[in-house]
């Protein structure tokens, strides 16, 4: 299992009592980007295309700690921008090993090996290393060559050195499913605790805005890469989530169950869409029109995630919050999801060739600039 015991036992309890006394909106892990700068420009992403003066910006290890208090999650994602790039993350780190949360540090590793002696091991500290899929793939990906050479040294290292480790992978139209499930077999024998993937989210900002998927195209390359899997596979995330990208589970978004925290404050309504900030947790939680937002709602922006970030804390309220969802969760913990049609698209599935990799020249310099 991906997940160690006492992490499940943490937020199923924490779920439990929110169940039992009636609250029916509460994050279960805060997003807390304390900085937007990166040493990578992916083509996919919308942080860093931020002028530089808001790249410089950071939040203090006080103003992470009070916002992980205000928000009382189990769990703290730390994205980013590269968190490794923030001078005081191994004390933010510290801070929240301190207060028994669950951290996911998310990384792109390419810093991992030169700073990872600064960390100590911990249960409640995992190293989320951002991993696309082979080494060709990610690094069209991330648009720098040799950044999967880079990642896979930090992955190596942090094991070895006793760390929680798993590869997130964000994947977009185009992708191969059998280089996935080749991937998988690569990153298990690197000695991960799991891996963590998503359908990619079209931010606004992203350059690449032609290879984000709709949900049919979406629910078609999931079956086809989770069905039929090997004994080895894990996947550190809910079964139930899992179900949903493959299309045998219908869930709506709770969206306030990644509540973010960055350098402008709450973002409304999630990780994902920027309409606005909130000043509070409280404020968020009250004031943001809930109903505006999920595939139900109608709003076009929401139309086809199915992002985990959105997803995922409805699978585990379920998983969690009911014995029929706990029993399909520990059903679908040892399921190999034997699909016979699912083999079939494999072996008939047409790779259509990216374009040549264009190494983004400009990232250390521009990195520079913000530093200065």
């Not at 890469?225 to 493959?246: A, C, V, Y």
Request: glycine content about 8%; charged content about 25%.
């Amino acid at each position: 299992m991906a997940v160690p015991i006492s992490q499940m036992w943490t937020v199923a309890s924490y779920v439990l009592k929110k169940r039992f006394s009636g609250q029916k909106r509460y994050p279960l892990v805060l997003m807390l980007e304390p900085l937007f700068r990166c040493n990578l420009a992916c083509a996919g992403c919308g942080k860093v295309q931020y002028p530089p003066h808001v790249l410089k910006r950071m939040l203090s290890p006080e103003e992470c700690f009070a916002a992980v208090e205000e928000a009382g999650a189990p769990m703290v994602s730390i994205p980013g921008g590269e968190p490794l790039l923030h001078p005081q993350i191994v004390e933010i780190v510290n801070g929240l090993i301190a207060r028994k949360k669950y951290i996911y540090l998310c990384t792109n590793a390419l810093e991992l090996k030169r700073r990872i002696h600064e960390f100590t091991p911990s249960k409640y500290l995992t190293f989320s290393v951002h991993l696309d899929g082979q080494r060709d793939h990610h690094d069209f990906s991330v648009c720098r060559e040799g950044g999967w050479d880079l990642a896979v040294d930090g992955i190596k290292e942090a094991v070895k050195r006793g760390f929680r480790v798993t590869t997130n992978a964000t994947f977009f139209d185009g992708t191969d499913p059998n280089s996935v499930r080749a991937f998988f077999d690569e990153v298990m024998d690197m000695g991960v605790e799991g891996v963590v993937l998503s359908p990619g989210y079209s931010y606004e900002k992203a350059p690449d805005q032609k290879h984000f998927m709709g949900r049919a195209r979406v629910r078609r390359l999931f079956r086809a890469i989770l069905s039929n899997r090997k004994p080895n596979w894990k996947f550190n995330m809910s079964p139930l989530f899992l179900e949903f990208l493959m299309g045998d589970r219908k869930y709506e978004c709770t969206p306030w169950g990644s509540p973010a925290y960055n350098i402008f404050g709450w973002q409304r309504p999630c990780y994902l869409l920027q309409d606005g900030y909130a000043d509070s947790f409280k404020e968020l939680m009250e004031t943001t029109k809930w109903e505006e937002y999920g595939v139900a709602s109608g709003n076009p922006k929401c139309a086809n995630c199915m992002v985990s970030c959105g997803y995922e804390p409805t699978a585990v309220i379920e998983g969690f919050g009911s014995l029929k969802g706990f029993w399909g969760m520990v059903r679908g913990t040892f399921s190999k999801y034997k699909d016979p049609h699912a083999q079939k698209l494999l072996a008939e599935w047409k790779t259509e060739p990216h374009a040549p990799l264009v190494q983004i020249e400009t990232t250390n310099r521009s990195l520079e600039e913000t530093n200065a």
